[in-house]
């Protein structure tokens, strides 16, 4: 598809394994891209995210029909399945948020705090919701935020693994000449803003040079988690 250029880069927090992983697929009448988070401090992060990528790549490619919550529900399955076979892995899980462009409209899916951003006239016009307990808290008006601050902000809510459910967000979009999106794990935007991501973008001659800044920030505040974006623009 020459309607799409990207640039991505995906980096492991001082030198440990990366628990992130990319998905990048251009074809001539699909294109997709998604990150995945595996969960720290459970065993298999890194194994499930990798998991869940390609099993999103391996469906993708088998058909060019957009099925969001087949996607979701196959990994989830191949994540019991493994379980069954290595009980060491029972536990493993991670976020993934992806999308499908097809005839100029945009599919998302979306399980965790991994984000999306469109961003189309200098402004973010849509954003997926961070499947956290502080943002559950929120929404319930049963928070102080001052009086919590980041507490819960790392306690996700809705995950895909194994053993539990989780929260679907799905979101179709109507592309348009010029759209932008970003896809990054926390890594990235809790060392990079939303604010500052957009104002990155919007001052960046291309994509590859809104890459290049984000990177140059990174190892300037110093890379404190595994860190991956991708971003690409809609030009047809």
């Known amino acids: 598809m020459k309607s799409i250029q990207f640039e991505s880069f995906s980096w492991p927090k001082r030198n440990?394994?990366?628990?992130?992983?990319?998905?990048?697929?251009?074809?001539?009448?699909?294109?997709?891209?998604?990150?995945?988070?595996?969960?720290?401090?459970?065993?298999?992060?890194?194994?499930?995210?990798?998991?869940?990528?390609?099993?999103?790549?391996?469906?993708?490619?088998?058909?060019?029909?957009?099925?969001?919550?087949?996607?979701?529900?196959?990994?989830?399955?191949?994540?019991?399945?493994?379980?069954?076979?290595?009980?060491?892995?029972?536990?493993?899980?991670?976020?993934?948020?992806?999308?499908?462009?097809?005839?100029?409209?945009?599919?998302?899916?979306?399980?965790?705090?991994?984000?999306?951003?469109?961003?189309?006239?200098?402004?973010?016009?849509?954003r997926t919701t961070d499947q956290t307990l502080l943002q559950e808290l929120v929404k319930k008006g049963s928070v102080n935020l001052a009086i919590v601050g980041k507490r819960y902000a790392n306690i996700l809510s809705s995950v895909l693994s194994a053993s539990h459910g989780y929260t679907l967000e799905t979101k179709l979009v109507r592309m348009e000449p010029g759209d932008k999106i970003v896809i990054c794990s926390d890594g990235v935007y809790k060392r990079c803003s939303d604010t500052e991501l957009l104002q990155l973008l919007i001052k960046s001659d291309s994509i590859a040079q809104f890459v290049l800044k984000v990177k140059a920030i990174l190892r300037m505040r110093g890379i404190e988690d595994d860190s991956s974006l991708i971003c690409f623009q809609y030009l047809k």
Do not use: W
């Not at 997709?32 to 890194?46: E, Q």
């Not at 087949?70 to 399955?77: D, G, N, P, S």
């Not at 409209?105 to 402004?123: A, C, S």
């Open 16 to 126: 440990d394994v990366n628990e992130d992983s990319i998905l990048t697929g251009i074809g001539n009448e699909v294109c997709y891209f998604g990150v995945a988070d595996g969960v720290g401090g459970s065993p298999g992060g890194s194994f499930a995210s990798k998991l869940a990528v390609l099993q999103a790549e391996e469906i993708l490619k088998k058909s060019d029909s957009v099925n969001i919550e087949l996607v979701f529900e196959t990994i989830r399955q191949r994540f019991q399945e493994t379980a069954i076979t290595n009980p060491n892995l029972k536990d493993m899980a991670t976020t993934f948020t992806f999308c499908i462009i097809k005839n100029g409209e945009l599919f998302i899916g979306h399980v965790g705090d991994t984000r999306l951003f469109v961003i189309r006239n200098h402004d973010i016009f849509f």
